[in-house]
């Protein structure tokens, strides 16, 4: 599906759960591009703010939603924060949507979620937009980098490792994990990467070299499930005294990037960019 350019007003913004939603939100206001939002998740924030252009529904309502979008004459759909479709068999759908839909479990993609939402989308004439296109004065770049003296070692370590790390990520098995100096010693599950990195916070031994690592994984798609880094993972990462966050070039995108570069720079965590 290609990602068209935009023109003023012409973004439906579907909202999922996470403060990220309102920022987003509030990026495509100020840039004249949003017009309609559409919540299927509770956002006080948004609700009282953007009240003219908010429409709420249940996502197993999906035709509901489709509907609604093609009859305010829009087609560039864009999709952040955490969405969970439920069963198949929980969604309502009509005969010809559930043709479709049997057409990707076929194929296969049933443990992927986000494919079929956007082959979904497609079939419909909605075109889903790239998150990493639309956000991209969010993303990590090497312009991000800083890199305190203390941690010189590991930061030499660390970008021998890339490739090493790349392969792990290649393998779709997590977003994130954490390094003791050369060592794996957690991977994000279904849980999530806060989850994890209290997780290691809380045990008894002590890590003194403390590496956060984040990327996207290979069969994440750009225009639902890119990854973001925000401000309440940065507080435990300094909670927990690690010492080094590693990202990946136009890899991540990051919640309120300007206030997270200077949080780093005030703990003297050294943000490398590989």
């Known amino acids: 599906m290609k990602n068209l350019a935009t023109s003023k007003n012409d973004i439906c913004l579907i909202a999922g759960s996470g403060l990220f939603v309102y920022e987003v939100a509030n990026y495509l206001n100020n840039k004249n591009l949003l017009n309609q939002i559409i919540l299927i998740n509770e956002n006080n924030l948004i609700k009282k703010k953007f009240k003219d252009k908010c429409k709420s529904f249940k996502i197993k309502d999906i035709e509901k939603i489709t509907t609604f979008i093609k009859s305010k004459k829009l087609k560039k ?29 076929f194929l296969n993609n049933i443990n992927d979620q986000s494919k079929i939402l956007k082959s979904y989308l497609s079939n419909n004439k909605l075109t889903l937009l790239s998150q990493k296109k639309i956000l991209k004065k969010m993303l990590v770049s090497y312009h991000d980098e800083y890199l305190h003296n203390e941690n010189k070692k590991i930061i030499s370590k660390l970008k021998i490792k890339k490739n090493f790390l790349k392969k792990i990520f290649s393998m779709n098995i997590a977003q994130s994990l954490i390094l003791n100096g050369d060592r794996v010693i957690a991977m994000e599950d ?19 070299n403390l590496i956060f690592v984040k990327s996207k994984k290979s069969n994440q798609i750009d225009e639902i ?29 990051i919640s309120e990037k300007d206030n997270f570069l200077k949080k780093i720079r005030a703990h003297n965590i050294s943000l490398i960019i590989l």
């Open 77 to 105: 759909i864009m999709i952040i924060g955490y969405v969970e479709l439920p069963s198949i068999d929980k969604i309502n759908l009509s005969i010809k949507s559930k043709l479709l839909i049997s057409k990707d479990i």
């Open 190 to 208: 279904i849980f999530g990467t806060n989850d994890m990195i209290n997780k290691i916070g809380n045990l008894k031994s002590k890590f003194n």
């Open 225 to 253: 499930d890119f990854p973001i880094i925000g401000m309440e993972t940065l507080k435990l990462l300094i909670k927990y005294k690690f010492r080094v966050i590693c990202l990946f070039n136009n890899n991540i995108l």
